[in-house]
């Protein structure tokens, strides 16, 4: 009889596809994470030298030359107005040369940490007269009173007394003469609580001027 054995396929063993092995691969670091870092840090050192190289040039300007005073009260007016925002010349009060007429920044001889902005009136030595509300000068070389123009006064007060002024002193007086408090009733300002001039006015800016309050804005000279 013919074998009736099936064939069967030995299915243990069978062959696959061979299989490669994957290859791994390289890991790239981020691009322009270092030139970044590089730039950022050459921003803040410019930051930094343009702020050291401003304060070098600004500090010395606002300590020696410049600085801002905000008028507060109404002892000057109308020659100045409350909340007007001025640059004083503090070159002034080094160079000691006060006239008769500037309009100065001073601290208050009774509390030094208070600004006060005032008209000079009376110059180191000279003797000043109010009677009845006219100002007059008279000095070791000036006998013969002088009456003193003052155009900027507009509310006058009618108030009399005298002062003879040390060679360091100045007699300072607010426009608004009823209502400032001045030399009048806390005395002379030493010359080293004289802080400077009023040399510009920035604000308003409808009001912009130099030298504001000068004599020469009332066609006056004391000269």
Do not use: C
């Amino acid at each position: 009889m013919p074998d009736s054995k099936e064939t069967v396929t030995d299915l243990r063993v069978q062959h696959s596809p061979e299989r490669k092995p994957i290859e791994q691969q390289p890991q790239l670091e981020p691009e322009g994470i270092g030139a970044a870092s590089a730039s950022m840090f050459g921003v803040i050192w410019e930051t930094i030298k343009y702020a050291m190289i401003a304060a070098v040039i600004i500090l010395p300007i606002r300590t020696f030359i410049a600085q801002p005073f905000v008028v507060s009260g109404n002892s000057m007016y109308p020659t100045f107005h409350n909340g007007e925002y001025l640059i004083v010349n503090e070159l002034a009060k080094y160079q000691g040369n006060y006239e008769r007429g500037d309009v100065v920044i001073l601290r208050y001889p009774n509390d030094p940490s208070k600004y006060f902005i005032k008209r000079v009136i009376g110059l180191p030595g000279e003797t000043v007269t109010i009677l009845g509300g006219v100002v007059s000068i008279t000095s070791d070389t000036q006998k013969t009173p002088v009456v003193l123009a003052e155009p900027y006064v507009q509310n006058a007060k009618i108030d009399s007394s005298s002062r003879t002024l040390d060679k360091d002193e100045f007699f300072v007086m607010g426009d608004n003469r009823s209502q400032s408090s001045d030399s009048r009733i806390w005395g002379p300002v030493p010359r080293r609580l004289m802080d400077g001039k009023a040399y510009l006015r920035l604000y308003p800016f409808t009001s912009a001027a130099f030298h504001p309050g000068s004599l020469e804005q009332f066609h006056t000279s004391y000269q």
